[in-house]
């Protein structure tokens, strides 16, 4: 009797490039989650052919709170994409739309070109190995675009050691390309939807200028929930506490 194994659910990849801080192609959130929705509507020819209407009417989450506001902000984070060459933008007849076709001398998406036009979006090859693997029905259940970054770059190091992320708020702050005190709310937020874990980080003793003190280590952070058995002190401290406030 023969077993087949089940298919693997459709996904696209996501280069550790564009989640790393201080790489020339780190991402922000806008720009991620727009790369990710073009990887998303990629076609067999490995392109993806689209509109800046049809990004902005197809899209999980809404870029902006109207609709020119959000076609405003995807001209943006193409325009971005291009110039950190994470893609280029050609048009029906696959010409490139480099900046004289495209951009006129105030940066800004000629008026000639309408968002309803077609672009054929053509991702860059990258020769530096590492990538993240998203499922399409992962990236369409996301309801913010913070959410699926702080995902994304949690997911990055699930094959690497024990699969934790150790990540300081500080840490956070650049990758999200937010304040500290920003980057703790969103990350909390996400903690609480369940979109990632996090493991509390203990203290531990240490002397410092002869002094006895005691450091927090940075908490940990994995897209699966950590068992009894991995969580910290700090972290049944809490969740005992949770529980508490609850009665």
């Not at 840490?171 to 903690?191: C, M, S």
């Amino acid at each position: 009797m023969n077993m087949r194994s089940q298919p693997r659910e459709p996904f696209f990849m996501i280069p550790d490039r564009l989640i790393t801080e201080g790489e020339e192609t780190h991402l922000t959130e806008i720009e991620l989650y727009l790369y990710s929705l073009l990887l998303r509507k990629k076609n067999y020819e490995g392109v993806t052919e689209t509109s800046i209407t049809f990004l902005h009417e197809t899209s999980p989450i809404e870029f902006g709170s109207s609709k020119q506001r959000s076609i405003d902000l995807i001209k943006t984070g193409l325009l971005s994409l291009m110039e950190k060459k994470v893609i280029r933008i050609c048009n029906g007849k696959r010409e490139i739309l480099n900046n004289y076709k495209l951009i006129n001398d105030d940066g800004e998406i000629t008026k000639e070109y309408k968002p309803s036009d077609l672009i054929i979006i053509i991702f860059g090859n990258s020769s530096i190995k590492g990538h993240t693997e998203i499922d399409y029905s992962k990236f369409d259940s996301f309801e913010t675009m913070s959410d699926y970054y702080i995902y994304v770059a949690t997911l990055r190091w699930i094959g690497s050691g024990n699969g934790n992320f150790n990540c300081s708020y500080e840490r956070w702050a650049r990758i999200l390309q937010v304040t500290d005190k920003t980057a703790k709310t969103k990350v909390n937020e996400a903690v609480e939807k369940k979109i990632v874990y996090k493991n509390i980080g203990n203290y531990k003793d240490e002397v410092l200028n002869g002094r006895p003190q005691k450091r927090q280590n940075v908490n940990a952070y994995r897209t699966t929930p950590f068992q009894i058995t991995e969580k910290t002190i700090m972290t049944k401290k809490q969740e005992a506490e949770n529980v508490a406030d609850l009665f």
